[in-house]
Structures are given as C-alpha cells and as structure tokens.
C-alpha cells in the first residue's frame, strides 16, 4: 500500500474491509483491543471518529474511539509525535470531548503502554479560571 514519512506501513484488512494507517494501530486492534472487546472491559469501539475542537472546527481524528467503565477514551497509537500532533493535544486539553490516551509499542513482542492520557480541561473550572460565564463562551 505504500509508507509514509514516518515509515508507517499502511495494509489492508481484508477482514474488516479497511485500510490500517499503521501496522502498530493494526496490531493494537488484533492484539489488545479486540480482546478486551470480548472481555467485556471496553464497549462500542470505533475506529477514527472525527472530532471538532474550537469554534474554528480544527479536525483531528484519533484512532480509535470506546467506552471503558462507563467513560469515553479517544485512543492514538503513536510511534512518532510529530508538530501538529503536539498542536492538537494542546487543543485537546480545552476542546476534547473525553480522555486522549496516546498508546506507543512497549518494546519488540512486548504490546502497548499508554505513555500519557490527556483530561480536558472542566468546562465550568475554565470559565471560573478566565472570569467568563459559559454563555460568554
């Protein structure tokens, strides 16, 4: 399918009829994901929802999206956090609409850690913190 300039190697999954932009997002579906699916610890899993922040309607997709105890996780598989990836995790602690867990590969046959989660910023604490009421907003 082709590299990127980050040598992510794109593939395609002939059983879920998608394209992975990684082998290392492939993996954490095949590998990880999937079964906690089936264990019951995650719910509705979605791959690359489209997400919105600031009024200016920035996008910013990550990986996957899912429900775990009862909260949401926006979940990206990273191998290198490029410029704008940093940009956006900036707006994502102001605009995101859940928890931004970034996930990179824990070593050779070794899985997935989570290397940071991101929590967005409390509606209301932004607004007592800038002195604005939320219709102000």
Avoid at 23 to 51: D, K, S, W
């Amino acid at each position: 399918m082709g590299f990127s300039k980050y040598n992510n190697k794109k593939s395609w999954d002939e059983t879920l009829l998608r394209t992975w932009d990684s082998m290392a997002e492939r993996e954490r579906y095949y590998h990880e994901l999937l079964p906690m699916i089936r264990a019951g610890v995650i719910t509705y899993l979605e791959f690359q929802p489209q997400i919105h922040m600031t009024r200016a309607r920035i996008g910013y997709k990550p990986d996957f999206y899912y429900i775990e105890d009862g909260r949401p996780v926006y979940e990206d598989v990273k191998g290198v956090e490029t410029p704008v990836f940093r940009i956006k995790q900036r707006l994502w602690k102001h605009y995101g609409p859940g928890i931004l867990r970034v996930t990179k590969r824990a070593g050779k046959n070794k899985g997935f850690k989570t290397v940071k989660e991101i929590m967005p910023i409390e509606r209301d604490k932004k607004c007592k913190d800038s002195g604005k009421n939320t219709n102000e907003q």
